[in-house]
């Protein structure tokens, strides 16, 4: 039976085969390796992956995929978790000895900010992700402080992540066609991260960025002084997108210390 894509579910299922080998070749998989794949949907990127691994884990919603999961796939192939992926503990997923999770899917769009912010908590476990997200989505995630782009999102995902932005995929290659271009990001977890107090620099970060048209001085008075700003390097006078993320983790150290 053909299965109808879910607006509640955001569902939009990648149908381009030139595409799905492309991002396939992007992951690399390899046997004996840890994969966990969100949202594999008709699981069309499940099944090539699976020609090149031993066994992975999948994390799907809608209770009708993963019945049909269930009837194509075997035990010994496929372990199924059915549940929602922002409540998902990633960090049970056994993994070998020596080795971190290596994490895939094509992430709904209306759940991509939340659910990347909820990975960010596994960063520590997991070797690298790849991610189908909105076009718009990955630019703001790599965008580099000066553009527009560059924000709240920008900041945070940044400090635990180095990512790059490896293609773009066209609506077509959808069904059914979202609305907007899509493309491939590559995060790995930096091993060079800025020390700070999480929870700290996203105060900073979201303060800052809740005026974002406003001066830095304005958006952050009562938290920071002006002089405050000059020790972490700052100018005053600069609006939020001019602040790299060196900066803001200074600005986050004068609060609380590491």
């Not at 299922?13 to 070749?25: G, Q």
Request: with cysteine; hydrophobic share 45%.
């Amino acid at each position: 039976m053909k299965h109808v894509a879910r607006k509640r579910f955001g569902q939009n299922f990648l149908t381009d085969k030139l595409v799905l080998d492309n991002i396939i070749d992007a992951i690399g998989p390899n046997p004996g390796e840890a994969m966990v794949e969100i949202g594999p949907g008709l699981a069309a990127m499940t099944a090539l992956l699976l020609k090149r691994l031993d066994h992975m884990h999948v994390v799907e919603l809608d209770r009708d995929l993963v019945a049909r999961l269930e009837k194509t796939f075997p035990r010994e192939k496929l372990t199924i978790h059915s549940g929602d992926a922002l409540k998902f503990d990633f960090g049970q997923i056994p993994v070998p000895p020596g080795q971190k999770l290596r994490v895939v899917g094509n992430l709904p769009y209306n759940i991509s900010s939340p659910l990347l912010f909820h990975l960010a908590e596994f960063a520590h476990l997991i070797e690298d992700q790849h991610f189908m997200l909105q076009k718009e989505v990955v630019e703001r995630m790599v965008a580099e402080p000066g553009t527009k782009a560059y924000g709240r999102l920008s900041v945070m995902l940044q400090w635990r992540y180095d990512m790059a932005l490896l293609f773009i995929v066209p609506p077509t290659a959808f069904d059914p066609p979202p609305q907007v271009e899509s493309a491939i990001v590559r995060m790995i977890p930096t091993r060079t991260k800025l020390a700070c107090d999480g929870p700290t620099l996203e105060a900073v970060v979201m303060k800052a960025f809740s005026q974002r048209r406003k001066v830095i001085r304005n958006c952050v008075a009562g938290m920071f002084t002006e002089a405050q700003l000059v020790e972490a390097g700052i100018n005053p006078t600069d609006r939020p997108e001019n602040v790299s993320l060196a900066q803001y983790v200074a600005l986050s150290n004068l609060l609380k210390p590491v």
